[in-house]
């Protein structure tokens, strides 16, 4: 592909991921969580790739919050599709995973979304909160709503998780 104009670069590192699924089911989900959002466990490389700003974590809930930037754009000018879907994911399985107990495990199933508003650099710093409506022994339902600084709701999305116990 030819550039025609002046290109843009990025530079990011992250973590050895294996350190997160070495703590999968051997401490709990809200420990790990809270973990990472203080600073006491590297976040996840996913994290360092979109660039998140912060991460709040509560039991049942998890607040992503990012600065759009032209590294998420699509070629329509946006937030591409597949970042604003990460974002919700990330908040809806998260607020799953901030439940569970020392071990047990989860898995997304699905998630399905709804993109409202298109979001930009001009947006502004965004927040995705996730939530769990509920959970039960195998299976667990969250949402999560993306929305600018003014409340707005730019996207949502519904998540079913499957739940499974890890062996010691």
């Known amino acids: 592909m030819t ?4 290109e843009r670069t990025r530079t990011f590192g992250w973590t050895d991921p294996a350190v997160h699924a070495s703590l999968i089911g051997r401490r709990s ?3 790990v969580l809270q973990a990472m959002a203080r600073g006491e466990l590297p976040a996840p490389p996913i994290m360092h790739l979109i660039d998140v700003a912060s991460f709040e974590v509560e ?3 998890v607040t992503v919050r990012l600065d759009p930037q032209e590294f998420h754009y699509n070629p329509l ?3 591409h599709g597949g970042v604003i879907s990460t974002l919700l994911d990330t908040a809806a ?3 799953v995973h901030s439940t569970l107990p020392v071990g047990v495990g989860y898995t997304s199933l699905d998630l399905t979304v709804k993109f409202l508003r298109p979001v930009t650099t001009a947006t502004g710093r965004i927040a995705c909160t996730g939530r769990v409506l509920q959970r039960g022994r195998r299976t667990a339902l969250a949402e999560a709503s993306l ?5 707005r709701l ?3 999305a519904t998540s079913s998780c499957l739940l ?3 062996p010691a």
Do not use: V
Request: glycine share 18%.
């Open 3 to 6: 550039q025609t104009q002046q």
């Open 29 to 31: 989900g809200l420990d």
């Open 59 to 61: 039991e049942g809930s």
């Open 77 to 79: 000018g946006s937030m």
């Open 93 to 95: 399985a998260c607020s």
């Open 147 to 151: 929305t600018d600084g003014q409340g």
């Open 154 to 156: 730019l996207a949502h």
């Open 164 to 166: 499974f116990e890890i």
